[in-house]
């Protein structure tokens, strides 16, 4: 069924009764309200039961047709208060409107709206007398002495939980990679963009962008509080609707099965669209209509031309004197609040949501490692200690000038750690040269050129190999070297022949600390040596199920060993950034983001636990209460 068809029904159900025959044979009655007022309505007659709830849509509603539905719900249609010059008339107004050239329909519930001092109008009356069977049972509907509504949770307590998961989702979204980090950062500076123009423009051009959101619906009028800059950018809250068929309702933020129905906790998202209406001004023949606009608040103010000044003041309404803030028009001590989310409060909440997460983005992938490259003194981004051990081959099967080859590949590795590495933490490198034994040719050290020239001055030992020697005097410098702070330990395994030691990749690893990792670099084609060397090669701290591990390297022979330098140093890096992140992450996880959304958590429960406790030491809980106890056990015995 279209949209536009639901105008058609609200003319057949004035005109005829129901009959459930088909799907097009008639639609829902409508609700004989002086019926219901005098308990003389029978559902025998009209199909309609005591104590159905009322449908939302009202005329609106595309089950008009489906007996099922009609049998459940009670469709309430009520003339429309704007008449023919309904906004949404067609597109979702839940009331009747007059046909074309009908003019204006006169205001069904006009009575109700003068009761503006808080009596019962004709829903409240005969939600009283049905036992409270519709929004009574569970609304806010209080009197006049009972307290006002609680306040909001602040934005700013909802904008610290977005940043504490912020600080838990960007780590993993960056993957420790420079190049996502850079990505984050610039996409970051972009969201930031939004809010800043939309500020600019609220203070240079404020008057012009209060016209753009003065358009549309407005909810019942109601009394309200200002708040403080700690709900920016709300500066009003609505408390009690003082006109329409809500009057006396408390506008409660804290939605319970006590305190709000459906249909109020949607009204409280969008707003309630019954106070008046808005639209730009359509010329015709007064002249005073153009550029301005056309206001339709029945029993408040009417007024067209009306024009607004930079200050948020509204002209041409006569006596009356009103405010619009962009959010709310502010007349006396009553307030209509926009409805729907094109409200400057809402588009507000939104960029700055995004100009904060541009923040975070930014901040996020500056100081996590590996941080973002050319950002002066941010870019130098301070890693954990880096402690390398070169364990080089030094068995018979390597011939002079292949180790003279490797020598010049040892040089080439220390300085691409050197440079990849040492301006941004403290890089540490050791030599073990091994073959039936082992030997530490030069410790831990942080003096590069003395490791160089030890490189450089290395005597072949021309033996067997044997990994288990010189994977153990590894392990052993690492475990001598007394570090400050928590630091990334590898070993960089460099052979071209078969471990002659015959024990299992698992018993090798075994030799070494728990978090030390092995890069393995295999020279020559032997497919048993490379599988294991592989099998021999582990991560450390950088093992991680998100990010596939990459610690092995071939090369042809020791010509060409030279060439893996900056590809084996860049791997090595990225470990150690992804052992940082998992650091850092750990001190900044779960805890803390729980610890940063405290605050919102405690004011919505302690806020909404209040609420309920007021309702039920309030004057009619009891009697509430009861009326739902006598509807339930109606609809037992129905």
Not at 148 to 172: N, S
Not at 189 to 200: A, R
Not at 222 to 237: H, I, N
Not at 544 to 561: G, I, M, N, T, V
């Amino acid at each position: 069924m279209e949209g536009n068809s639901n105008v058609d029904h609200n003319m057949e159900v004035g005109g005829g009764g129901f009959s459930p025959k088909g799907p097009s044979g008639g639609v829902c009655p409508p609700a004989d309200t002086e019926g219901a007022e005098r308990g003389s309505l029978r559902s025998d007659e009209t199909g309609y039961r005591p104590g159905k709830p009322i449908c939302w849509y009202g005329a609106a509603c595309r089950k008009l047709r489906d007996p099922a539905h009609c049998e459940k719900y009670e469709h309430e249609m009520k003339p429309c208060k704007f008449g023919a010059r309904c906004r949404r008339q067609g597109r979702g107004c839940r009331y009747d409107h007059p046909a074309k050239g009908a003019g204006k329909k006169p205001l069904l519930n006009g009575a109700s709206n003068n009761n503006a001092g808080g009596q019962r109008n004709d829903r409240g009356n005969r939600g009283d007398d049905r036992g409270n069977s519709n929004s009574n049972s569970n609304s806010n509907h209080v009197a006049g002495d009972e307290p006002e509504a609680a306040r909001p949770v602040p934005l700013l307590f909802f904008l610290i939980c977005v940043c504490a998961l912020g600080l838990v989702i960007l780590p993993i979204v960056g993957e420790c990679d420079a190049d996502i980090h850079t990505k984050i950062f610039f996409v970051g500076s972009l969201l930031t963009v939004p809010f800043i123009i939309f500020e600019v423009l609220l203070y240079t051009q404020r008057g012009w962008v209060l016209q753009k959101f003065l358009e549309g619906d407005y909810s019942e009028k109601a009394t309200f509080r200002k708040l403080g800059l700690l709900w920016y950018p709300e500066t009003l809250q609505l408390l009690r609707f003082t006109t329409g068929d809500l009057a006396g309702n408390n506008i409660e933020q804290y939605a319970t099965w006590e305190t709000n129905d459906v249909q109020q906790q949607y009204e409280a998202a969008v707003g309630n669209r019954d106070g008046g209406q808005v639209r730009r001004g359509s010329g015709g023949q007064n002249n005073n209509s153009r550029g301005g606009f056309e206001f339709d608040f029945p029993d408040s103010f009417e007024g067209e031309g009306v024009t607004l000044d930079a200050s948020g003041n509204l002209r041409g309404l006569g006596r009356t004197r009103a405010r619009f803030d962009g959010s709310n028009i502010v007349s006396g001590d009553g307030a209509w609040a926009k409805a729907g989310y094109w409200r400057r409060d809402v588009v507000t909440k939104v960029l700055f949501l995004l100009f904060l997460v541009g923040v975070e983005c930014a901040f996020v992938s500056v100081m996590m490692p590996p941080g973002v490259a050319g950002l002066g003194g941010l870019a130098g981004h301070k890693r954990m200690p880096l402690n390398t051990v070169f364990v080089v081959d030094g068995s018979a099967s390597i011939q002079p000038e292949m180790w003279q080859a490797q020598q010049q590949s040892g040089e080439a590795f220390i300085r691409a750690f050197e440079k990849t590495y040492g301006d941004h933490g403290d890089l540490n490198v050791g030599i073990v040269q091994f073959s039936t034994e082992a030997k530490i040719e030069a410790p831990l050290t942080s003096d590069i050129p003395s490791v160089l020239a030890a490189f450089q001055g290395l005597q072949q030992m021309e033996a067997l190999t044997y990994f288990d020697k010189g994977l153990q005097l590894c392990s052993d410098s690492l475990q001598k070297y007394d570090a400050e702070h928590k630091s990334f330990d590898v070993c960089v395994l460099i052979t071209d022949g078969i471990d002659m030691s015959e024990l299992k990749p698992e018993a090798l690893q075994a030799l070494l600390p728990t978090d030390a990792a092995v890069f393995g670099i295999f020279v020559g084609a032997d497919s048993g040596g490379i599988q294991l060397l592989k099998d021999i090669t582990e991560c450390g701290l950088a093992e991680s199920k998100s990010h596939k591990c990459e610690f092995f390297a071939s090369a042809s022979d020791y010509k060409q060993l030279s060439a893996k330098a900056d590809e084996v140093a860049h791997e090595v890096v990225r470990g150690v950034d992804i052992a940082q992140c998992a650091e850092v992450s750990a001190v900044i996880g779960l805890p803390v983001a729980l610890g940063m959304c405290l605050p919102y958590i405690l004011w919505f429960a302690s806020c909404t636990g209040l609420t309920m406790w007021r309702r039920r030491e309030s004057n009619n809980y009891r009697s509430v209460k009861g009326n739902n106890n006598l509807l339930n056990t109606n609809s037992n015995s129905n």
